[in-house]
């Protein structure tokens, strides 16, 4: 019976676990204490862990509990980085703080919050003997904060052929902070433009690459984007660099400029790449342009209301919360755009209370934690239960 594992529900194991992750610097390309960590933690509850190199000392932790019989396999994730440490802190950023309802450190709500939440639900399940079919699985994945590696590295593997996936990021799925039903994807264009060198006072025997390149960023505005009923894709000039670097006086012969775009379903890389040459191909430039994209790259997606993981959820929070979750499309990024906009796998964000992410003195408050691992054990029962 549920009921046996939410009775092992423990809120002090949940705050003990998230003072000492706090008390882990995992800032983006360091995760690797955390992981170990995590590893030793889900291997003393029982489970069956797997430590996944992804870059040099900067591993995944995956970890599985099997169910009495074959069955749907749910994956509850949780991204191991944080970003670096902000100017203003009043407090050790790696030293957990309570005040009041406020636990304060580095990573307490993006994400280490929700990986407690996690950590409290597998350890009442396993306390329990709550027996349920099919794969209850976790995992914790390096640089969600940068490029996504962690995300995409799991989804070559077993654990990236799981049906559902809830991801911990801080959204309480109340008006503040509604959860995604689909995010926009994006691309980073980078721009080579090729002109030709000539003396500055006879810039007429030349091709100013800057000069050009600027002709296209003034007709930015003019580019093919797609219109979708749940997004809104846009464009942003993020850097353009050329001409000398010691000073002379030499028309420019190279340009080079990056346009982050937000993309919508149904756009791909290569029908991204085409709009912007459709554009350049408009304005009859002098110079040679080469278009390509640097990485990140997320995919968007956008899940149907209808979908399973969807339904359970909703049921989940609402007995849980005594309110409907709220839902939103969102113009933003989670580890979400890798594994359901490029691996089709169902998610959703469930977190605890956010509280100032990426910002000075980020915080969790600690009755959010609670309420969330209580949805997360009934969605774990009543998806994998069917």
Sequence with gaps: MIEDALGELDDRYAVEKLKEMIRIPSVVGDEKELAHYLQDELDSLGLETEMHMVQPGRPNIYARLKGARPGKRMNFNGHLDTVPVVDGWDTDPFEPVVDGNKIIGLGSNDMKGGIACILNTIRAYVESGHEFPGELSFSGVIDEEAYGEGAKAMLKTDYGKVDAIVLAEPYMADEQKPTALGITGKILYNVHVRGRAAHGFSPELGVNAVEQAGVIL???????????????????????????????????????????????????????????????ESLGLKAEVEIDIKPPYYASYVMDRNEPLVRVFEDAYTEVMGVKPSFEYSSSITDANTFAGEGGIPCIHLGPFPGGPHQKNEYTLLDSLPPVSKVYALMADRFLGG
């Design 218 to 280: 003034a007709n930015l505005s003019k580019l093919s984007i797609p219109e979708h009923p749940r997004f809104r894709g846009n464009y942003s000039t993020l850097k353009i660099e050329g001409g000398y670097e010691r000073y002379s006086v030499v028309v420019p012969a190279y340009c080079r400029f990056e346009v982050n775009r937000l993309t919508v379903p149904g756009e791909t890389k290569e029908s991204v790449i085409r709009d912007l040459e459709e554009l350049v």
